[in-house]
């Protein structure tokens, strides 16, 4: 193990580890150390997501990132410029197709659309007549309108994603070190080094927090708060034998996201709600949000769910920014060498290349070069100022 790096990331899931893809992908001979507590990430969001990408944000900055995601996803194996045996994430782009029972959410959604579309993404905004003509199996007496995503919106390998940065940063020279970092040193307001459980020591010319649901106990260690806690999520996967729809959309409800899964079967979730943090260690899942929740608005929505057997379900953890449920990036103005990639709030997996390629910039150069991401950065947060993301699902 190095005692020395250039720069040290805390955390080596998705965020962790595109970042030093793209530190030793721009700097070649960088000495980057990545420390993650639990190398077969069991437990990480990247794991438990359902790796999904879309354009359908309300911000600006989310579209474009995301414009920039798909692309590196859907040919993954040339954007990484490294042979990692990865040849394919499997992008497949069914679309996301969100829907809103009034006419103050339609303007929106059409407010949003056009935005989105000025960024090059293809949404278009569906009147109910419109909607059943393209998506028969659905019930949309209730409904004003639904957006559409018909291209660069859908789903993919989540775990190839993060094997694919992972062996590229290994192979440009990055070491990945399985341990637990319980310190940061400091010295006249900047990181010297972090600690770690296992007894060792690393100096460091700077720090990254990719730390997920775990972020607010590292800024604790330099004395520091933020604002993001892990909220619970349980997903469930149903087989509904009366529902063969396997070109269909990721549907966004007002209570529940429903997709099609291999096999026939369709995975589904309740849209999150302010339902409060929960122990970084709770994975109890809730199975009461099926039969409560999510079953009732699910067969009003499409009556083919009328037979439906919960067949398999997990449980992840979103690392929840309370402030605005957007991304906190870039480096602390207490701390100016430690560099914050955290509180994506359930849209992390799909802004881990944009994300990544956007802190090792400002590592090495001193600001944001391909993407402006000063929107996300952590003054806002300092200030109580929120920049909210209002299509969090």
Sequence with gaps: MADRADVVVIGGAVMGASAAYWLTRMQPGLRVVVVERDASFARASTALSVASIRSQFSTAVNVAISRFGVGFIRDFRESLGVETGIGSLGLKENGYLFLTGTQSGAGVLAEVAEMQRGLGAATEVLGPEALKARFPWLEVGDLVAGSFGPRDEGWFDNMGLLAGFREAAKQQGAVFLRDCVTGLETAAGRVTGVT????????????????????AEVMAMAGLTLPVEPRK???????APNARHPDAPLLVDKGFYLRPESGGRWITATVPAEDGPCDAEDFEPDLNLFEDVIW???YARAPGFDA?????????HYAYNTLDQNAILGPHPAMPNLY?????SGH???QSPAVGRGIAEHVLTGGWRSLDLSDLGVDRVLEGRPFRERAIV
């Design 233 to 239: 999520r349980t997903v469930f996967v149903i087989d």
């Design 340 to 344: 914050l990639m955290n509180g994506f």
């Design 296 to 298: 009732g608005q699910l």
């Design 196 to 215: 770690l459980a296992s007894g060792g020591r690393i100096g460091c010319g700077a720090a990254i927090n990719a730390a997920g649901t775990r972020a």
């Design 348 to 350: 992390g997996l799909q």
């Design 308 to 316: 439906v057997k919960v067949v398999r379900h997990w449980v992840g």
